[in-house]
């Protein structure tokens, strides 16, 4: 286990993979932990380095109050520091490409190219995440669960996957505090305007079936970023990397080889 202490805040991360080899640096989605990314990593090469965490407030990270975007960027940055990663391509899904976008913002020279997964320039209205982090804090995870894996994962998915009772334990033990404050950080983030100035290299990834962020809406941030390729994965909801973690891993391989 390994944990890097920020202040009185722990953060869990997993870094692994050679040290000289290409940094691939993960950010997942709101109501999940670094474990996410699980699937995926199989069927990538071992020769990347990949580092992966768990957001503050999710899996094993502490909270430590209020933390905007931006805040959840600079977590990022603190960590690259700790393991000694200067520069990475950097992959995040839904909220992970938001705290991807900020980190570019604040710090562009330490990311070489970008993934974008199942994410946007801004995601949902003031009047959506009121009413789920209301509903949340009274009620709990349970209340939204079913909602949410409908707009995470395909029908066929949901009925057919062995591993599907794994992705809901995980969803519905994230801690209310963590997923609601989160759910504000995401309320708040809009980086609209920003889009012009991501010159980094990005691959835009999203699923056909995507409830949370559909396709419609990818491919308008797509068009916002100079520099963007838009995927769309077909049989595919919200999570590709658990969904379709083989096509998933091929588009960001060639990726990384073609820039």
Known sequence: MDVFRIGTRALHYRDSGPRDG???VFSNSLGTDFRIWEPMLDHMSPDFRVLRYDTA????????GERSIEDHANDLLALMDHVGIGRATLIGLSVG?????ALIKASPQRVARVVFCDTAHKIG??????ERIALIER???EAVADATLERWFTPEFRDKATTFPIWRSML???PVAGYCDLGRAIRDADFTADCVSINVNALCVCGADDGSTPPALMQNFASLLPNAQYVELNNCGHIPCVEQPHQLSKHIQGFILQS
């Open 172 to 174: 519905v033990r994230t």
């Open 97 to 101: 490409g938001l705290i991807a976008q």
């Open 139 to 141: 009620m709990g995870m």
């Open 125 to 130: 209205t003031d009047a959506i995440w009121n």
């Open 22 to 24: 290409e940094a691939l």
């Open 57 to 64: 407030g999710h899996g094993l990270s502490d909270l430590g």
